[in-house]
């Protein structure tokens, strides 16, 4: 999951605190990018792409989604985005005024088509002073959707506990090792059977799980980079195809090949 990103991007509108314009948008193509450095600002923030991968990072929690979905960033939230590759993204700051109904924490959902034809109609705005009447009605509906959101599946916990941190970063360098936990827990310098309480404890599952969603989200992003199935499954260390379409499926609902099809 290491990529050496090219270009750093910086965007102010999520520092704005102006109730006269309670929504604002950036909307850009951009290549091999992250943002220029981690951060937080008082506006919440929706971040979505047409097309390409993004990875979102916070404090506790790691998202990596695609044209299908999007992130919802809470006020506040300190964060981190990468865009791999090509990636249209398209994203919008809420003002704390209007935060009152919206969700509270930060999590990945299935954008509807709706929400996203609302959020292109809002860019097309181009981010006036002042909002017309009819504007202010678009904004409203757009509120509406957001106090509706559903969290996603497609997110991976993370600690700052220092001997999961070793553990994680690890799993994280190599995606088709084949270590066990018990590997893991002398790097981290831990019993096994206290690796494995830490894991349940520190991040809401086991060891293997926590292993086994780290590949298929992996798996997620190559899909958006429009590798093979033969090719991510043997990136990702498993000894066959079909074992790998197998887990894809149970977690996802989809085959690897349908996944991106809507």
Not at 54 to 61: I, L
Not at 91 to 98: E, G, L, Q, V
Not at 99 to 124: H, Q, R, V
Not at 164 to 178: E, F, G, P, Q, R
Request: proline share 3%; net charge positive; aromatic share 12%.
């Amino acid at each position: 999951m290491n990529i050496d990103y090219k270009t750093n991007i910086k965007v102010d509108y999520g520092f704005e605190v102006n109730k006269l314009r309670p929504v604002t948008t950036y909307s850009e193509y951009i290549e091999n990018s992250k943002c220029a450095n981690s951060h937080a600002h008082p506006r919440a923030q929706l971040i979505s792409c047409d097309t390409g991968i993004m990875e979102v990072v916070t404090k506790n929690n790691i998202w990596i989604v695609n044209s299908l979905q999007s992130v919802w960033i809470a006020s506040n939230e300190e964060h981190q985005v990468y865009f791999p590759n090509n990636v249209k993204v398209k994203t919008a700051f809420i003002d704390k005024s209007k935060l009152e109904n919206l969700p509270k924490g930060s999590f990945a959902f299935e954008t509807s088509d709706f929400l996203k034809s609302i959020l292109e109609k809002i860019i097309s705005f181009s981010n006036p002073n002042i909002f017309t009447q009819q504007q202010n009605r678009i904004i409203e509906v757009f509120f509406g959707e957001l106090s509706n959101l559903q969290p996603s599946k497609t997110f991976l916990p993370t600690s700052q506990d220092k001997r999961i941190k070793t553990v994680l970063d690890a799993l994280m360098s190599d995606l088709s090792n084949k270590y066990t936990i018990e590997y893991y827990a002398s790097k981290s310098s831990v019993s096994p059977r206290t690796l494995s309480r830490l894991f349940n404890k520190e991040l809401g599952m086991s060891f293997g799980d926590w292993k086994m969603r780290l590949k298929l989200m992996e798996a997620v992003k190559q899909l958006g980079e429009n590798k093979s199935v033969k090719e991510i499954a043997f990136d990702l260390g498993y000894e066959n195809v079909s074992s790998f379409i197998v887990t894809f499926k149970k977690h996802f609902g989809k085959t690897p090949t349908n996944y991106l099809i809507k």
